[in-house]
């Protein structure tokens, strides 16, 4: 049944009658269309179940539509009106709220449709939402069969609650907040906390701002099912977490931001702040780039934890940047190194760091082995030249001589290389001479503790202990 009147006015116990099939003959199987008309009286149809489709396109409505339970085949409203509330509601197909005006006050949010079930599309591009003293958008809990659409969704809302909620909600396809803006001045402007998508989430060329201490987009424990998109202004009035992804996860890739993005916004004081401990995804963003996202890590966390990092190796690992793995791993204890206060650990730690950088780069002890290799040869060798060097007294006490001064430094510094020569030089009874025997010695346990960090960090124990 189609009705476009020009600036008629229906009374909304008509629309109810006519769904429940109570005037009009047999109901029109195309459902109702209504264009243009100016709804009077309150349009509630609560506990309704009709198999029409109901479409009210640019519609002024006088009051705040109801269509708590209601089960319908679809439903698409458009125009103007004071609020509309819709919890549990029933959809064999679509929901559409495209291009719908709603200002308001109401605390529960201006559209309220939790634990609604949406066989179909949701669809709110190009609405226009404001209200004064809660959420614009309340969908906590609710099904979509198909995809969310919010593109150019402009929504203002008040209070910790959240501007937009989606909170627990599951949707099995796409979920799409491209364009849009999103204002709320005394709280988070996206809750999707444990927010379920089948595909992939965009949320790119967004504007958000929020103001408090919880997160401007809060996806804390959401799963993705395809590829993660977040770009645009994120901005946080009282600079608290503009992002919050703990203990969410994602079966594809992400981007969060870009190279730009976060070369601009890693060099404010302070720089943003993103949750991120529990975010779990099985490869390295899209953008940034690794070591650019690696950046983000260390100096958005409001404070440190290692799981961010650890998840940037795995993923690093995954996709064969064995290399770019070990890079985060030595970062993130170098981070961990720089927050501890007992003194030992970071003596520990500085000295794993130096020699085998925290048994990820183990040959470095090998540079240090020959390091003192070097040191001890040219000590030999200056002591012979000094004088100090002489054969035992049973082989003459003759000089020993350059080769043999190398060769018995490597007797003493290299472990378990024996040249036979060591015995054969020896220092003479001079204080000198016992200060250079002395600081062989040292030299001596310097090579025994480089081969043995050399061992420890090349079969793991180093990062062991470490971790």
């Keep these: 049944m189609d009705f476009s ?7 909304a116990d008509l629309i109810r009658n006519l769904m429940l099939g109570r005037v009009g003959g047999p109901p029109d199987p195309r459902g109702i269309r209504i264009t243009g008309a100016t709804i009077t009286g309150r349009l509630d149809l609560t506990d309704v179940r009709s198999c029409l489709p109901l479409q009210l396109r640019e519609c002024t409505f006088a009051e705040p539509v109801i269509m708590d339970r209601a089960e319908l085949s679809s439903l698409l409203l458009s125009g103007f009106m004071p609020g509309f509330r819709a919890t549990r509601l029933r959809l064999k197909n679509s929901l559409t709220l495209a291009g719908l005006t709603i200002s308001g006050s109401d605390e529960d949010g201006l559209v309220q449709i939790q634990d609604a079930y949406i066989a179909g599309e949701l669809d709110l591009t190009d609405a226009r939402l404001d209200n004064r003293v809660g959420p614009a958008v309340n969908a ?9 659409r919010m593109q150019k969704l402009w929504a203002r809302g008040v ?32 809750v999707g906390e444990e927010l379920r998508v089948g595909d992939v989430a965009v949320m790119s060329e967004l504007t958000a701002t929020s103001a408090g201490d919880m997160a401007t987009l ?36 992400f981007t969060v931001g870009g190279d730009d993005f976060w ?17 779990t995804y099985k490869s390295p963003p899209t953008a940034p780039h690794i070591d650019l996202w690696l950046q983000v890590i260390r100096k958005c966390q409001p404070r440190y934890t290692s799981q961010p990092y650890r998840q940037l190796a795995t993923a690093c690992g995954y996709v064969g940047e064995e290399e770019a793995a070990k890079t985060v791993l030595i970062a993130k204890e170098n981070e961990a190194r720089r927050r501890v206060d007992r003194r030992a650990t970071k003596l520990w730690k500085w ?17 240090w082995l020959g390091g003192v290799m070097l040191a001890s040869c040219v000590l030999m060798i200056w002591a012979d030249m000094a004088g100090l060097l002489r054969h035992p007294t049973g082989d003459g006490g003759q000089p020993c001589g350059v080769l043999e001064a190398v060769t018995s430094s490597i007797d003493r510094s290299v472990p378990l290389v024996q040249l036979g020569t060591a015995g054969r030089c020896q220092f003479t009874d001079t204080s000198l001479s016992q200060t250079l025997f002395a600081l062989t010695v040292l030299l001596q346990v310097a090579s025994w503790a ?18």
Aim: glycine share 16%; hydrophobic share 40%; no cysteine.
């Design 159 to 190: 209070g910790e609650s959240g501007a937009v909620r989606v909170r627990g909600a599951k949707v099995s396809g796409r979920f799409t907040l491209q364009g849009a803006t999103v204002t709320n001045e005394s709280g988070s402007a996206v």
């Design 263 to 279: 070369k601009q916004r890693l060099v404010e004081d302070p720089p943003p702040k993103l949750l991120l401990d529990g975010f």
């Design 351 to 367: 000295i794993s760091w130096v020699t085998v950088a925290y048994g990820y780069r183990p040959g470095r002890a090998l540079w």
């Design 218 to 253: 809060r996806l804390t424990g959401a799963h993705v099912g395809g590829e993660l998109t977040v770009h645009g202004e994120l901005i946080n009035s009282d600079q608290g977490p503009i992002l919050d992804l703990r203990d969410g996860s994602l079966d594809g890739t």
């Design 450 to 467: 480089f081969v043995t960090l050399f061992v420890a960090g090349f079969t793991g124990v180093v990062k062991k202990a470490s971790a």
């Design 5 to 11: 009147p020009s600036a008629a006015e229906i009374a």
């Design 140 to 148: 906590d809990g609710i099904y979509v069969g198909g995809a969310l």
